[in-house]
């Protein structure tokens, strides 16, 4: 085995885990005017909502298939608060 394949080995799990991380790291939105409860209000109906589509539904009656509901839910419910006047500002 070279150099060059145990580097890669030694290396990839932590290249996954930062991979991994980022992609569950905080979205942060602002909104001209508005307070910390008012997103907190607009998130968690958007959660609610979001709680209530087939894609939910359907990962709640079997988790193993549908391996994309975490993505799935993130870009939906960044959407709806999108929708509502809120802007990412993700750093």
């Keep these: 085995m070279s150099n060059l394949q145990r580097a890669t080995i030694h290396i990839m799990p932590w290249v996954l885990l930062v991979l991994f991380l980022t992609s569950c790291a905080p979205m942060q939105f602002a909104k001209p005017g508005a ?8 998130s968690y109906e958007c959660n609610r909502d979001w709680e209530r589509t087939a894609g939910a539904i359907a990962f709640h009656l079997d988790p193993m298939g549908n391996a994309y ?22 750093g």
């Design 35 to 42: 307070t910390e409860k008012e997103l907190q209000y607009d």
């Design 69 to 90: 509901y975490g993505f799935q839910s993130r870009e939906w419910i960044s959407e709806c608060l999108m929708h509502k006047g809120w802007k990412r500002v993700d």
